[in-house]
């Protein structure tokens, strides 16, 4: 018997807001979630503006001393969950088998802000002050452990570090346990919190961030003529993965099917992608060649498109590569525009506004897109969405070491 996973669960948390009708809605508004970072001081920081999460209380998820055991990003990968999960409308408390469900969650840099706040702490104060919680509330593979713990699912269970890749690796390596049998249904995604002070100071010195501190909603423009780097974000994007057949079973309402999964090395340089975009490429092709579809059926291609000089050049030359003459129409956006690069978050939150396309049949903008870069000569989406028929649409996720990781996803 074949195999299907289809999507029945979305929940996120970001700075356009904890709710996924919310984010949808004012994604499709063309509004910004960039804004002057409040969290710390940035008045010595190059890049001064940042996609943050200004409002998130994780006492509205969960006890406060459970709250206290987890970093932020734990806090927000299980808030995020909280939300598939009720959207899906599973009870995985009272599963008949408990190891048939299981979580995969992604993050590139997990507790940062845990290590820089004990860091101080062992200089400040000795080793013997440093708390005992530091290493469980730091540790990338946190996340994926805290919202098993939470429903008790014994099933698949992974934290993946793949950069800015990874919520991508997370949610195809889910898929790849539903359809080889190991589980009927899956949690999956990313989460992020390195707007920290070292985690700002980071990015800055390695000169990736845009530095227009004075335009913060216009700071993030991926493929236009006038970027000057990305800007960070924080938050979560967690996805309820299904079987069919379990789900239809139950009459789940289904969002999409996700049908391909592919993943790949650029093998050229830590922080800059293969400048002729065949890591990338090759993603992408093995992503259609494992959901057994041609490229000219693909309508919609979430990118990863940061708004880094080099970046945008190098994902375009990849999807002329792999679509040819196809890549003339098929339509082409980045919501990091709106909510910056959330890093290894950033696949969970593009994955569920790839879903949303789908479900609604319109592709949302790439906003401040006002002057196309000529090298960047793609069918944008640009300033305003797309109202047209969505029926398979592709979402892109690269990182830092070269890792690449990119997902195919079907109306059903």
């Known amino acids: 018997m074949s195999r299907r996973a289809v999507v029945t669960g979305l929940g996120l948390v970001c700075s356009l807001g904890h709710e996924v009708d919310v984010f949808w809605r004012r994604l499709l508004a063309g509004e910004s979630g960039v804004s002057r970072v409040e969290a710390f001081d940035v008045s010595d920081y190059s890049c001064q503006v940042a996609g943050e999460v200004k409002d998130f209380d994780p006492t509205e998820y969960m006890a406060k001393r459970e709250a206290r055991h987890m970093d932020r990003f734990s806090q927000m990968a299980v808030a995020a969950a909280i939300r598939a999960v009720e959207d899906c409308g599973l009870d995985l408390a009272n599963l008949p088998d408990p190891f048939r469900a299981g979580c995969i969650v992604g993050s590139g840099i997990g ?140 009459n789940a309402d289904i969002y999409a099917e996700l049908v391909g999964f592919g993943m790949s090395g650029d093998g050229c340089h830590m922080v800059q992608p293969d400048p002729t975009g065949r890591g990338a490429a090759a993603a992408m092709r093995a992503m259609l060649k494992d959901a057994r579809i041609a490229p000219d059926a693909v309508d919609y291609i979430n990118a990863h498109g940061t708004g880094t000089p080099l970046g945008d050049i190098a994902e375009t030359k990849a999807i002329k590569q792999v679509f040819g003459h196809h890549a003339a129409r098929v339509a082409v956006s980045s919501t990091k525009s709106n909510v910056g690069h959330l890093l290894g978050a950033s696949g969970g939150v593009e994955f569920t506004a790839t879903a949303l396309a789908i479900r609604h049949q319109v592709a949302p903008p790439t906003i401040n897109l006002e002057n196309p870069d000529p090298e960047c000569d793609l069918n944008h989406v640009a300033l305003q969405p797309r109202e047209m028929p969505i029926t398979c649409a592709a979402t892109n996720s690269f990182g830092f070491g070269g890792h690449n990781a990119s997902l195919l996803i079907r109306k059903v």
């Not at 080793?127 to 946190?142: C, E, G, T, W, Y």
């Not at 690796?169 to 992020?192: L, V």
């Not at 938050?235 to 139950?250: M, N, Q, S």
Request: one cysteine or more.
């Open 111 to 250: 507790g940062l802000s845990e290590f820089e706040h004990q860091h101080t702490r062992l200089l400040e104060k000795g080793p013997m002050r440093v708390s005992p919680f530091m290493i469980p509330k730091l540790m990338i593979n946190a996340a994926a452990g805290q919202v098993s713990i939470l429903y008790g699912i014994k099933g698949p269970n992974a934290g993946v570090a793949n950069a800015c890749a990874s919520a991508n690796n997370a949610i195809g390596q889910a898929f790849w346990t539903i359809m080889s049998d190991e589980a009927d249904i899956m949690i999956c995604g990313g989460s992020e919190a390195a707007l920290t002070p070292m985690g700002l100071a980071g990015f800055c010195t390695n000169r990736a961030l845009s530095s227009r501190n004075d335009e913060p909603e216009r700071a993030s423009r991926p493929f236009d003529r006038d970027r000057d780097g990305f800007v960070l974000g924080e938050g979560a994007g967690i996805i309820v993965l299904e079987e069919y057949d379990h789900a239809r079973k139950r």
